[in-house]
């Protein structure tokens, strides 16, 4: 299971860090994601990191901004979010992909978190 946390309501230009953290089964071989939901909007990819953390990849949306990476020990992957728009207000979800490359596709991802809202006011 993924349990992902750390969203709230955060001012444009403000952070937050958010977490997801792995139980029942160890993920450190797995590459991971984050991906975000705004409503009336399909899932989109923000985010993803290789197995090893050394492989980093964002949307164009949030390159420069956000910042993913992972603590194998902690079994837990992180999303950095700094300089936030109202435009990245979403429900935000991580994923567990059962391979240790990273990919930008949600139906590469065999596991998911249940999300967290994030809400960024202007």
């Known amino acids: 299971q993924l349990q992902a946390s750390g969203g709230g309501l955060v001012q444009a230009a403000g952070s937050l860090r958010l977490s997801c953290a792995a139980s029942g089964r160890t993920f450190s071989s797995y590459a991971m994601g984050w991906f975000r939901q705004a409503p009336g909007k399909e899932r989109e990819f923000v985010a993803t990191?290789?197995?090893?953390?050394?492989?980093?990849y964002y949307a164009d949306s949030v390159k420069g901004r956000f910042t993913i990476s992972r603590d194998n020990a902690k079994n837990t992957v992180y999303l950095q979010m700094n300089s936030l728009k109202p435009e990245d207000t979403a429900v935000y979800y991580c994923a567990a992909r059962t391979a240790p490359h990273v990919s930008r596709w949600p139906y590469e991802y065999g596991y998911w978190g249940q999300g967290t809202l994030v809400t960024v006011s202007s």
């Open positions: 990191i290789s197995w090893t953390g050394r492989t980093t």
